[in-house]
């Protein structure tokens, strides 16, 4: 119960890894508010989290817009009374193409949400974090990690998120306020083993051969689930983290070494 009676706010609930950080939070024994555009996801969620016998706010929200977002804080603030992390999971995939031809207006739209969205959300919720000396955490990625072709728009979005946390825990840290990353890489939920299966039709092979040719990358063999990535934000934002901040920790079974 690393996180019993703490008050988390997770931002892009899906079905994967922003469901995976709710629900791995409430286990260990927090409230959560959830935030998302689509609103039967989050009252499914919340239906999930209740059943482990933790409260559950489901807040719709389109984090890219200033007056949404500020209701999400009121409505964390007006059910609970404080907030204890901020976990910023909200996620827009940029092109996938090479930055010498990508179009700018496509990277603009994905930074709206992957970065400014971010540093938004951590802006509003510092004066209830700084009360509870609480913290937050960016969700980046292993693509910090390659320049491989194609994904230099997404590279951008992230290293920008990297740059926002390592600062924002520079200026909120004389507050009590830690600002962490994740890094994951592969995540081997719905929308992974849908891409491996479509790569095994298109090679003619089975899904298990795609994924243990993936996984051979891997130290591990092994590549990470949701709930795998999730219990890394739990450690971030639980009091055994208390003296780290500004740090990006990869979660990827050994992909890369950082």
């Not at 496509?106 to 949400?113: K, L, N, P, Q």
Request: aromatic letters at 6%.
């Amino acid at each position: 119960m690393l996180l019993r009676d703490k008050v988390v706010v997770v931002s892009g609930i899906g079905s994967g890894l922003g469901r995976a950080i709710a629900v791995q939070c409430a286990r260990a024994g927090a409230d959560v508010v959830l935030a998302a555009r689509t609103e039967t996801r989050l009252t499914e969620v919340a239906k999930e989290i209740a059943e482990l016998g933790r409260r559950a706010v489901a807040v719709p929200t389109d984090v890219t817009d200033e007056e949404a977002a500020a209701a999400l804080v009121s409505s964390t603030m007006d059910s609970f009374g404080r907030v204890d992390a901020l976990v910023n999971n909200a996620f827009a995939m940029p092109p996938i193409t090479d930055l010498a031809e990508v179009d700018l207006d496509a990277v603009r739209a994905s930074f709206e949400t992957n970065v400014y969205a971010a540093l938004r959300l951590t802006r509003l919720f510092a004066p209830g974090l700084e009360q509870t000396r609480g913290s937050a955490v960016m969700i980046n990625s292993a693509v910090l990690r390659h320049s491989r072709r194609g994904f230099g728009p997404y590279k951008m979005t992230k290293a920008s998120l990297l740059a926002v946390a390592q600062s924002l825990a520079t200026e909120l840290g004389p507050r009590g306020i830690r600002v962490n990353s994740v890094a994951p890489g592969y995540i081997w939920g719905d929308n992974l083993k849908f891409y491996f299966a479509y790569l095994a039709q298109q090679r003619g092979i089975a899904a298990e051969q795609v994924y243990e040719e993936t996984a051979a990358t891997v130290d591990l063999r092994k590549l990470p689930e949701p709930a795998e990535i999730a219990d890394a934000v739990v450690f971030l934002v639980s009091d055994l983290a208390r003296a780290i901040t500004g740090h990006c920790l990869d979660v990827n079974g050994g992909e890369y070494h950082s």
